[in-house]
């Protein structure tokens, strides 16, 4: 689920995924495999993706372990993890 926090924080600052990778420095194709979770997340493109939306690298984590455990009990729809996405860009955006 950590490409898709990564995605979904993408999505939220509406940068297209060919941007991102110009900014993060990263291929389109291997970013978009990281995204759709065809790829395992490092470490590094977890602190990439921090640096590039002023968050730190834990924040992410977090994210994703709780879109993880929600969506794993079935309780989460896809709006539902916007709201949730859009709350935690709110606390990001006020630092």
Same mark, same amino acid.
């Given at each position: 689920?950590?490409?898709?926090?990564?995605?979904?924080?993408?999505?939220?600052?509406?940068?297209?995924?060919? =941007?991102? %990778?110009?900014? $993060?420095?990263? /291929?389109?194709?291997?970013? @978009?495999?990281?995204? *759709?979770?065809? #790829?395992?997340?490092?470490?590094?493109?977890?602190?990439?993706?921090?640096?590039?939306?002023?968050? =730190?690298? %834990?924040?992410? $984590?977090?994210? /994703?372990?709780?879109?993880? @455990?929600?969506?794993? *009990?079935?309780? #989460?729809?896809?709006?539902?993890?916007?709201?949730?996405?859009?709350?935690?860009?709110?606390?990001?955006?006020?630092?």
């Amino acid at each position: 689920m950590l490409g898709q926090a990564l995605k979904l924080i993408r999505k939220h600052h509406d940068i297209s995924i060919a =941007k991102l %990778s110009t900014d $993060i420095d990263i /291929s389109r194709p291997h970013l @978009s495999n990281i995204e *759709n979770e065809h #790829l395992n997340v490092t470490f590094k493109m977890v602190e990439r993706y921090a640096k590039r939306f002023n968050v =730190k690298p %834990s924040r992410i $984590i977090q994210f /994703s372990e709780f879109l993880e @455990s929600e969506s794993y *009990n079935g309780e #989460l729809t896809a709006r539902i993890r916007q709201n949730l996405y859009k709350t935690f860009a709110e606390e990001i955006e006020e630092k």
